[in-house]
C-alpha cells in the first residue's frame, strides 16, 4: 500500500519561506512522477507544481511561477516544495501526490496516492 506524508506546513508571513517536503513508501519512488496540489477554504484543489520521474522535468502553476520550486531527491525518497516570496493567497492546504506514471500530470485524475495535506497560512 502506497503512503504519502507531507511535513514542513506552518504560518508566515507575507514575503517568507517554507519548504514543504513529501517522503512516499510502498512504491519504487523513481519509477513516478510527483506532484503538489493546494485547496483552499471554499475553493477547488489545484495544481501548483509537477516534476518528473527523473527530475529533469517540472511543471508549475502560473500563480506559483518564478516563486516556487520543486525537486526531489531520490536517496531519501523525498519530494520538495520550496516556496518564495509567500503572499496570502497562497494560503491552502497542500497536498502531495504520486503520478500513475513517470510524466508529468496537470489534472488530479493523473494521481492515485495522496498526503493527508498539511496546512500553509501566510498572514499579510
Known amino acids: 500500500q502506497v503512503q504519502v506524508l507531507e511535513s514542513g506546513g506552518g504560518s508566515v508571513q507575507a514575503g517568507g519561506s517554507l519548504t514543504l517536503s513529501c517522503a512516499i513508501s510502498g512504491a519504487t519512488f523513481s519509477t513516478y512522477a510527483m506532484g503538489w496540489f493546494r485547496q483552499a477554504p471554499g475553493k477547488e484543489r489545484e495544481f501548483v507544481a509537477a516534476?518528473?520521474?527523473?527530475?529533469?522535468?517540472?511543471a508549475y502553476a502560473d500563480s506559483v511561477k518564478g516563486r516556487f520550486t520543486i525537486s526531489r531527491d531520490s536517496t531519501k525518497i523525498t519530494v520538495y516544495l520550496q516556496m518564495n516570496s509567500l503572499k496570502p493567497e497562497d494560503t491552502a492546504v497542500y497536498y502531495c501526490?504520486?503520478?500513475?506514471?513517470?510524466?508529468?500530470?496537470?489534472?488530479?485524475?493523473?494521481?492515485?496516492?495522496w498526503g493527508q495535506g498539511t496546512q500553509v497560512t501566510v498572514s499579510s
Open positions: 516534476i518528473d520521474r527523473s527530475g529533469g522535468k517540472t
Open positions: 501526490a504520486k503520478d500513475v506514471g513517470s510524466v508529468i500530470s496537470l489534472r488530479a485524475q493523473g494521481y492515485d496516492a
